[in-house]
């Protein structure tokens, strides 16, 4: 068929690893073209989460398919800088054709990620289709494939319980966060990066709790954002100036995408004066807050991996709306494949055309009819000439 998958996800890699992967905007692109020019796929499309990087190529001729993996493997670890890194190679899986398809299906339906039918992944992989399409490397094949894939998790969002009270990565942080402290009513939260799409949702849902003291950072004051300006509980402090509020903060919750720690270990416990427990939720990979925080005494910090037991209990509660799910799921599936066998059978079916033509021309239509018939069953095993004429059933 021609699609190729390679991935690395929280299935597969712990977040030491994972956050070698966490792909800047312009990585993704550099990746994409480099996909193109030295890889010599025809199409590609990269996603790129907290939770996953996944590269999803199209290669038409079947002799440029040979030994793709390594290729599409030496330029994912080239970008990532990983290529020297000891047993690497052990966090990546590779899949081909529906295989490749149905894990795109399982991602964007949110049936594949950390917390089951979180809300945030249509969005990401949305995202990526248009990142590849403004770059030039999404075709045909990719685009039909992406665009099936967020038709289905639309459906399924809409049609099962798989997204409603949704569970996501924000809510868990702020569950672990009261789960910690025994009550969040009357605490301070600082939330760094609320302008970001977690961040924001951890503001959101702040927001609809009573009795807490909230502060967002924001990197201009004066340049205020939608997120920051919806509750009189929200105070504003400009980024610079976060270190001067924790030694009155309770929750510090960050959620960005800077290369860099935003809280470090050295200017944050030159700040602590007062002896409280204080709870630490790193929400961003690579990570925002140095693990040597953990020394400070009554320090707790909770990253990406550490909700997985959190995750688990809510993927529980929602067995029965990923069945029901499953059932949506595997109908865009086969619509996919059939559009996609059907395409790639054109230049054959062009060709056919054509065969009858001339014979319909030589002996009559009906010779050339019969003659087709003819050729199925000598060409055609048994199962598929059974399934040939149960499809195309009675006249």
Same mark, same amino acid.
């Given at each position: ?97 529906? &295989? +490749? !398809? ?7 339906? $949110?049936?594949?990620? @950390? =917390?089951? *039918? ?56 702020? &569950? +672990? !966060? ?7 009513? $009357?605490?301070?939260? @600082? =939330?760094? *990066? ?202």
């Amino acid at each position: 068929m021609g699609i190729q998958l390679l991935s690395i996800s929280h299935k597969t890699a712990p977040l030491e690893i994972r956050r070698l992967f966490a792909f800047t905007e312009g990585q993704q692109e550099h990746l994409l073209c480099a996909l193109k020019e030295e890889g010599g796929v025809q199409e590609s499309v990269v996603i790129a989460t907290c939770n996953r990087t996944e590269v999803y190529t199209y290669v038409e001729d079947s002799a440029r398919r040979q030994n793709l993996f390594q290729k599409l493997q030496r330029l994912l670890l080239r970008e990532a800088s990983a290529l020297k890194e000891e047993h690497i190679t052990d966090y990546l899986r590779f899949y081909q054709d529906e &295989k +490749a !398809a149905h894990h795109l299906f399982l991602v964007a339906s $949110g049936l594949d990620s @950390m =917390v089951m *039918g979180e809300d945030q992944i249509l969005g990401q992989v949305k995202k990526a289709h248009e990142q590849a399409r403004e770059v030039g490397t999404a075709g045909k094949y990719l685009n039909t494939l992406f665009r099936y894939a967020v038709t289905c998790a639309k459906k399924i969002k809409t049609e099962t319980d798989l997204s409603k009270s949704s569970v996501s990565t924000a809510t868990l942080a702020i &569950k +672990a !966060a009261e789960e910690t402290l025994g009550t969040l009513n $009357g605490k301070r939260i @600082m =939330v760094i *990066g609320g302008t970001g799409q977690i961040g924001g949702i951890v503001l959101k849902n702040l927001y609809s709790m009573k009795g807490l003291h909230i502060y967002s950072t924001i990197r201009n004051v004066a340049l205020t954002h939608d997120a920051h300006l919806k509750s009189e509980s929200n105070t504003i402090i400009d980024y610079k100036e976060r270190y001067h509020y924790v030694d009155d903060m309770d929750v510090i919750i960050s959620a960005t995408a800077s290369p860099h720690y935003t809280l470090a270990y050295s200017k944050v416990s030159a700040q602590i004066r007062t002896d409280k427990p204080r709870v630490f939720v790193d929400l961003a990979v690579p990570v925002d807050i140095e693990e040597k925080i953990t020394e400070i005494p009554g320090t707790f910090l909770f990253n990406m991996d550490d909700f997985e037991d959190l995750a688990r209990a809510n993927n529980q509660a929602k067995k029965q709306a990923a069945r029901e799910a499953g059932g949506i799921l595997e109908e865009y599936e086969e619509d996919f494949m059939r559009w996609m066998i059907f395409q790639l059978a054109v230049p054959r079916i062009q060709k056919t055309k054509e065969w009858m033509l001339a014979e319909a021309e030589k002996k009559g239509f009906e010779k050339a009819i019969d003659k087709l018939f003819y050729h199925i069953r000598e060409n055609a095993s048994p199962k598929e000439l059974k399934s040939f004429f149960e499809c195309i059933g009675e006249p």
